[in-house]
């Protein structure tokens, strides 16, 4: 049976600092939660909407490259935050906003109303390797809590 609320790490951890959303899913499903589901994925742009169905709450950990903050900084964001940004892998592809928007519209009664983001500032996500670097990896205790305070909310 599908649990309330999901956390859902998205990157690959083959790819230095891309994998920070799982090593969270990992850090959280050592804690034993009730209803919570943990999923880790490969995704972005539309493909978010159907792992988002049916859950009330959705936290996304995810990798972040602004360039505005040093690695390793943890931030707490909302979709609408991501209103303007571009889409990184692919131009035919949205971006989570608008996947979001889109699902909403699709889907009004099974798209999550609470869905947050905990992101990392990262360093490197071009470097095939699953060790992430030392700012990153000392990020992740920081990025757990975010993501359990979000929880409690």
Same mark, same amino acid.
């Given at each position: 049976?599908?649990?309330?609320? %999901?956390?859902?790490? @998205? !990157?690959?951890?083959?790819?230095?600092?891309? !994998?920070?959303?799982?090593?969270?899913?990992?850090?959280? *499903?050592?804690? /034993?939660?009730?209803?919570?589901?943990?999923?880790?994925?490969?995704?972005?742009?539309?493909? @978010?909407?159907?792992?988002?169905?049916?859950?009330?709450?959705?936290?996304?950990?995810?990798?972040?490259?602004?360039?505005?903050?040093?690695?390793?900084?943890?931030?707490? %964001?909302?979709?609408?935050?991501?209103?303007?940004?571009?889409?990184?892998?692919?131009?035919?592809?949205?971006? @989570?906003?608008?996947?979001?928007?889109?699902?909403?519209?699709?889907?009004?009664?099974?798209?999550?109303?609470?869905?947050?983001?905990? *992101?990392?500032?990262? /360093?490197?996500?071009?470097?095939?390797?699953?060790?992430?670097?030392?700012?990153?990896?000392?990020?992740?205790?920081?990025?757990?809590?975010?993501?359990?305070? %979000?929880?409690?909310?």
């Amino acid at each position: 049976m599908k649990a309330s609320r %999901l956390v859902l790490g @998205i !990157g690959s951890p083959l790819i230095c600092d891309d !994998g920070v959303g799982f090593k969270v899913v990992d850090e959280i *499903a050592a804690l /034993n939660i009730p209803d919570l589901d943990l999923d880790q994925q490969a995704v972005s742009g539309l493909d @978010i909407i159907e792992i988002m169905l049916d859950y009330k709450k959705v936290i996304v950990v995810d990798a972040i490259v602004t360039e505005k903050y040093p690695a390793g900084t943890v931030m707490q %964001l909302l979709p609408e935050d991501f209103k303007n940004s571009l889409h990184g892998t692919n131009p035919h592809e949205v971006n @989570i906003h608008m996947a979001i928007e889109l699902g909403r519209r699709l889907s009004p009664d099974r798209m999550p109303k609470d869905i947050h983001f905990v *992101a990392v500032e990262v /360093n490197d996500v071009w470097t095939v390797t699953d060790v992430m670097t030392e700012d990153v990896e000392k990020a992740v205790p920081t990025a757990v809590q975010a993501v359990l305070k %979000l929880l409690e909310d």
